[in-house]
């Protein structure tokens, strides 16, 4: 395995490491803002590290680009999505859960 | 390398899996639209690592649409299920 595939290698597992922290995130979390963190942040920064490891795996700047525009629009998607279904639960009645 | 590739495949399916698992068994109505959001994210990560370790360009594609529709379908429910209470005396 040459140096380039071992980067490679071990960007991806951090991205599965992220994925992971976002999927037990989603299942333990209390209430639906929390769930909703988990989801947006950890879930798409794991992308980000297993595109990253994809893109250096490819070997090309074409590949690279639009492995990067979709994890740009994915972000972007993400925060937008986000924000309307916090918002219309909190317009709609479910309260942010407090400590008991 | 292909055995990392397809065991990252794996690992992403059982994250996926758990995730929808949870969403079909909640009790809170919007957790489902979470699940949306999974399968946009997690679902264009398998797709992308499938692409490069099967040297199947045209997965990518798939890839950008799968996020693709993860945004339109949230943004479609979202508007759907929580319009305004102004705007539900416009519809007929």
Redesign the interface.
């Known amino acids: 395995?040459t140096a380039t595939?071992l980067v490679a290698?071990a960007l991806?597992c951090v991205?599965?490491f992220f994925?992971?922290a976002?999927?037990v995130g989603?299942?333990r979390f209390p209430d639906?803002f929390t769930?909703?963190h988990a989801?947006?942040k950890a879930?798409?920064l794991?992308?980000g590290f297993?595109?990253a490891g994809?893109a250096i795996?490819?070997g090309s700047w074409a590949?690279a680009a639009?492995?990067f525009?979709?994890w740009v629009?994915?972000l972007i998607?993400?925060s937008?999505?986000?924000l309307?279904?916090a918002r219309?639960?909190l317009?709609?009645g479910?309260t942010p859960w407090r400590k008991p | 390398?292909m055995a990392?590739g397809y065991a990252?495949c794996l690992?992403?399916l059982a994250?996926l899996s758990?995730?929808l698992l949870?969403v079909f068994r909640g009790r809170?109505a919007?957790?489902w639209?979470?699940g949306i959001?999974?399968f946009?994210?997690?679902g264009?990560?398998l797709l992308?690592?499938l692409?490069?370790i099967q040297q199947e360009?045209a997965l990518?594609d798939v890839?950008?649409v799968c996020?693709?529709l993860?945004?339109v379908t949230?943004?479609s429910y979202?508007?759907r299920?929580?319009s305004?209470p102004a705007a539900e005396e416009d519809t007929p």
């Open positions: 395995m595939q290698v991806m991205g599965g994925f992971l976002g999927t989603f299942l639906l769930r909703l989801l947006t879930d798409n794991g992308f297993i595109g994809l795996l490819s590949v639009k492995i525009l979709i629009l994915l998607s993400a937008a999505c986000s309307l279904v219309g639960a317009r709609n479910i | 390398m990392f990252l690992f992403l994250n758990a995730g949870f809170v919007p957790v639209m979470l959001q999974i946009g994210t997690t264009a990560a992308l690592v692409a490069e360009p990518r890839a950008l996020a693709l993860a945004a949230l943004v979202a508007q299920i929580w305004r």
